[in-house]
C-alpha cells in the first residue's frame, strides 16, 4: 500500500494535480488487496476505469510487479 502510494504521489505531482485526483485511499486499499497483474485486472479495482487504467496503469502495475519480484507475494 505504501509503494502505491509513492507512485500516487509521482503522477500527482507530475501532473499538478491532488493525490485523490490520480486514485482514492480506498482505490489503493482495493488495488493492494487485489494485486492486479494486467490492465482488465486493475479495471477490476473499485474507482478504476478505462481512463485511468490507460493513464496509469502501467505504473502501478509496474510497482505491483516489482513488489513480487522482491518477494512480496
Do not use: H
Amino acid at each position: 500500500y505504501q509503494r502505491l502510494r509513492a507512485v500516487r504521489s509521482r503522477c500527482a505531482e507530475a501532473e499538478r494535480v491532488p493525490v485523490y485526483v490520480i486514485f482514492t485511499n480506498a482505490t489503493l486499499a482495493d488495488m493492494a488487496m487485489k494485486q492486479p497483474r494486467d490492465i482488465p485486472g486493475l479495471k477490476r479495482v473499485e474507482g478504476i476505469g478505462e481512463i485511468r487504467a490507460a493513464r496509469y496503469g502501467k505504473a502501478f502495475l509496474e510497482e505491483i510487479a516489482r513488489w513480487r519480484e522482491e518477494g512480496g507475494a
